[in-house]
DNA sequence: TCATGGTTTCAATACTTACTGAAAGTATCC
DNA sequence: GGATACTTTCAGTAAGTATTGAAACCATGA
């Protein structure tokens, strides 16, 4: 088998895995993929290669791609002298990263944040033992979340650099250099 | 309406709504109910209790405490004389937030990894433009995977205290104090 | 203005995942 | 050993999500 072969295996099996792996991340196998072939298209792509490459139907194709472009990890291009949308993915893997952090804040923090507010606040009053530990432990998780949301928040906003340095310096953790790869 | 009903219905509600939280981290929302129901009980609760409470069926309701237990978010106590099993949440916020982290890291990173070690070693050969491209992107993305699984590993083995002052340090954030609540 | 090429929507359908309830399994007590 | 109290499994079904494909829509150029 030559390079080439094995090149196009990988090409494939990272499509399709990344797919698999897009389900346990809380998007659809299909936005996954999508995102995916992007992510490895050197030129931007329409619907129809989408189409074509995936073996998908139009409407697919084209609800997964404007889902993208509305999380901001993928961008219409149009090429001069077409009239098609072509669609180019982020490819900076830290912008990736913040895109997604700060979504997924929004998704799953912010609207945890407002529940445990309304609960904690509606048992306040509660004079009884139980009632006492159940405000006590809405203010605890409410607690959590608010920072967790402040770190979500002040990540994302970080630039790459910056990110690398702080979390070496004082997690001791840095990817190791590509020569020893 | 008094403060007693209030709690009720904040209780319902922190149960229902946690549950459909639940969804969009990717676990049932049966499974966080059930979390949310005993993060809240004083007392562990059993199977039938569970079963009432939540009015679903013995099947889920044995199903999801199990798979509960399994992630190590609750724990299975037995009181004596009684021959039934009962069950405990961990309430405390910061092991709970420790316990997840850990696990999510194992589903959703270490898979990825796996990944893209497989298709950066794939595609090493390949001499081709688009090889390449594709086979510096698949190391970009492992490099990034692998940095964020430590991230992952050494937060999880913090304690919150350590935790929390290292995040006021740097960060700049620490949960308001509970007096200006 | 209409024909063409492209985009968007959406009802019907297929697929996936969660839940039920009853039956089978296991441990304990007398 | 057998009755009792509980736990576990699982085939069938219900509920929830994603996908198709065709029709409606829109923009452009002749």
Redesign the pocket.
Request: hydrophobic share 25%.
């Given at each position: 088998m030559s390079a080439t072969d094995d090149f196009i295996a990988a090409k494939d099996d990272f499509i399709s895995q990344w797919g698999a792996l897009g389900?346990s991340w809380g998007?659809?196998?299909?936005?996954a993929?999508v995102h995916a072939l992007l992510m490895i298209s050197p030129e931007p792509i329409?619907?129809?290669q989408c189409?074509e490459e995936l073996?998908?139907?139009?409407?697919?194709?084209?609800?997964?791609?404007?889902e993208l472009v509305g999380w901001g990890l993928v961008k219409i291009v149009v090429k001069k002298g077409?009239?098609?949308?072509?669609f180019e993915a982020e490819k900076d893997v830290w912008k990736v990263f913040t895109i997604v952090l700060r979504e997924r804040k929004r998704r799953e923090i912010d609207p945890a944040v407002e529940l445990l507010k309304g609960c904690a606040e509606r048992s306040k009053q509660v004079k009884s033992v139980e009632g006492k530990a159940f405000h006590e432990q809405m203010n605890e998780l409410q607690d959590f979340a608010i920072f967790a949301s402040k770190v979500g928040e002040t990540i994302s906003q970080l630039k790459y650099g910056p990110a690398i340095k702080f979390a070496d310096k004082f997690l001791g953790l840095l990817p190791k250099d590509k020569s020893s790869r």
């Open positions: 389900t998007i659809s196998r299909t936005m993929q329409s619907t129809d189409m073996q998908i139907s139009r409407g697919n194709a084209h609800t997964n791609l404007k077409e009239r098609k949308e072509f």
